[in-house]
């Protein structure tokens, strides 16, 4: 059975530093291009950052770029996004997914306040 699990969120200060992790089991994440997504409270869920099969290229949304950066490990079948310089408003649940889309897994939460 095909899934997706993140891991790495928690409660840091604004200013702070996280690194988000994406494993897969039942299939690899090698064969995708893959991106980290995020749902804030009553908010929909959207793509901020995507990385291509080839680990060539990388999208970011503007609200994360030079704050943020995705890089996979094909070695351990993970995919990661470092974040930096976090804001209260990048509080949001962070999902991972491949294109085409898996069964999402249940995110990791990432929690920005002081």
């Known amino acids: 059975q095909s899934q997706l699990v993140e891991s790495g969120g928690g409660l840091v200060q604004p200013g702070g530093s996280l690194r988000l992790s994406c494993t897969s089991s039942?299939?690899?994440?090698?064969?995708?291009?893959i991106g980290w997504f995020r749902q804030a409270p009553g908010k929909e869920r959207e793509e901020i950052s995507c990385?291509?099969?080839?680990?060539?290229?990388?999208y970011y949304v503007d609200a994360v770029k030079g704050r943020f950066a995705i890089f996979r490990d094909f070695a351990k079948n993970t995919l990661y996004l470092e974040m930096k310089s976090l804001k209260p408003e990048d509080t949001a649940i962070y999902s991972c997914?491949?294109?085409?889309?898996?069964?999402w897994g249940q995110g990791t939460q990432v929690t920005v306040s002081s």
């Open positions: 039942g299939f690899s994440l090698d064969w995708y291009a």
């Open positions: 997914n491949t294109n085409p889309p898996q069964t």
């Open positions: 990385i291509s099969d080839s680990n060539t290229s990388a």
